[in-house]
């Protein structure tokens, strides 16, 4: 059975209950981490959330780089990629599923030095099957932006059947 809570509650509660703690913030990290395997070998760290927003952090380092001496550009999708979807799970209202599509980018500049990721999602009404489209903007230390996305997302609320693609029937 599913549960009709709202996707990102247990996000905002793990989030509320750690962060203002000494070690909390790291604790919060490593649980996430868990949650999603390949986003925690990232190492990016959220420093903001609230439903609807998310603010995430990259620090460079050996492991993130390209052969340019810079960022890599598919963690920087990755973050892009955290920032948005914390933003739209804590935003999500109870009921409602959703799952990323799509995900575009565009590379603006070398991403040296920590690189800041923001994203803050407003919803519709969610009554039916629908597309989603929250970005995310990557900046430098410089307040420079090094990239932006914008991620798809179809959402849907539970016991909605999802449209069928053209030319299928039931």
Known sequence: MRSL???GSRLLDLWARLSPLPGGRWIFHRALAR???YTGALGARVVTLEPGRAVVELVERHGV???LRSIHAVALANMA?????TAMLTALPAGVRGIVTRIEIEYLKKARG??????EVSLPLIDGPMELYPEASLTD???DVVAR?????KV??????AALPAGHTA
């Open 5 to 7: 809570d709202a996707p």
């Open 35 to 37: 949650m999603v395997p």
């Open 65 to 67: 780089r390209n052969h």
């Open 81 to 85: 990629e955290l920032a948005s979807g």
């Open 114 to 119: 920590t690189i800041t990721a923001r994203s």
């Open 141 to 143: 230390a410089d307040g």
């Open 149 to 153: 996305a914008r991620v798809t997302w």
């Open 156 to 161: 849907q609320p539970l016991g909605v059947p």
